[in-house]
Each structure stands twice: as C-alpha cells, then as structure tokens.
C-alpha cells in the first residue's frame, strides 16, 4: 500500500518563501497523476495544481506565477515550491496521487486521486 509523506510546512513571513515535499513509499509506474491540494480553515479542500507523469503542469489561478510543482522521479517525491507567500496562502496542504492514469481535465477534482498524504501546515504571518 502505497503512502505519500508531506515535509516542509511551517510558519513563515509575508513575501518569503517555503518548498513542500512530499515522498511516496514506493516506486510510482507511469501515466500518473500527481498533485497539490489545500484546506484553509473552515474551507473545503481545492486544487494547487496538478502534474502528469510528462512532466505537464496545471495551476489554479491564486497561484499562477507563484508556485511551482516539480517532481524527482529517482527519488519518488513531489515538490511545491511557494513564493511571494500571503497569508490567505495559509493552509494545510495536501499531496495527492493516482496512477495508471492522466490527471486530464478532472485534474482539480478529489476524486481524481486515491491516495493521499496527511497533510503539512503551511503559516504564512
């Protein structure tokens, strides 16, 4: 059974910066699909942005130009890097993963991904 592991979240100030990461337990085959999710307080949870085994990436608007999702095949870990952080950026922030599949144009939906990691608190003050 495949786990996903997130690292990286804490507190940081306004304008900085934080890179979240986040490892799968095991080797993960192609197509897949991977992604970056979070849940603000009293809000559901939404799409980051999503990644495809080819490397293709998709971001929702609020954070077009700021964050960037990369991948280390060798080592089976997803990466968010956040810049120009403001506090509405405050979040747990999830991993999400399904494989055998293209994250396609259901790549914002929950639905999309089954496994999932426990989630990394990001503060941004």
């Known amino acids: 059974h495949v786990q996903l592991v997130e690292s990286g979240g804490g507190s940081v100030e306004r304008g900085g910066s934080l890179t979240l990461s986040c490892v799968a337990s095991?080797?993960?085959?192609?197509?897949?699909?991977e992604a970056w999710f979070r849940q603000r307080p009293g809000k559901g949870r939404e799409v980051v942005g999503s990644m495809e085994s080819d490397g293709s990436t998709r971001y929702s608007d609020f954070v077009k130009g700021r964050f960037n999702i990369s991948q280390d095949n060798a080592e089976n870990t997803l990466y968010l890097q956040m810049n120009s952080l403001k506090a509405e950026n405050s979040a747990v922030y999830y991993c999400a993963a399904a494989w055998g599949l293209r994250c396609g144009r259901n790549w914002h939906q929950q639905s999309r991904y089954n496994y999932w990691g426990q989630g990394t608190q990001v503060t941004v003050s």
């Open positions: 095991e080797y993960t085959f192609e197509p897949f699909c």
